[in-house]
Nanobody, 116 residues
Framework: QVQLVESGGGLVQPGDSLRLSCVAS????????MGWYRQAPGNKRELVAR????????NYADSVKGRFTISGDNAKSTVYLQMNSLKPDDTSVYYC?????????WGQGIQVTVSS
């Protein structure tokens, strides 16, 4: 049974930092891509950042470039999202995503709220 468990969310003030973690278990094949997405109420789920394991290339949404950093430990099936200089617009439910070839696995989502 595949499980993705996220941690590290919460309520912070503008300008603060958070580090999200996601640990996967039970994925039966090699991970190709790890990523983070987010979805705010009334909005579509959007890509925040992703890491292509083979070669280490990363992609970021324009809104988070320079503030967020994705990293991963493939041996531990863990992906991280370091979020700095958080803004109220970053408030959302964040989902981790693991992609082996031909599959797509999602975490249950974790709330990040940025408010003064």
């Amino acid at each position: 049974q595949v499980q993705l468990v996220e941690s590290g969310g919460g309520l912070v003030q503008p300008g603060d930092s958070l580090r999200l973690s996601c640990v996967a278990s039970g994925i039966p094949s090699r991970i190709v891509v790890m990523g983070w997405y987010r979805q705010a109420p009334g909005n579509k789920r959007e890509l925040v950042a992703r890491l292509i394991i083979n070669g280490g290339r990363t992609n970021y949404a324009d809104s988070v470039k320079g503030r967020f950093t994705i990293s991963g430990d493939n041996a531990k099936s863990t992906v991280y999202l370091q979020m700095n200089s958080l803004k109220p617009d970053d408030t959302s439910v964040y989902y981790c995503n693991f992609q082996p070839l031909g599959k797509d696995y999602w975490g249950q989502g974790i709330q990040v709220t940025v408010s003064s």
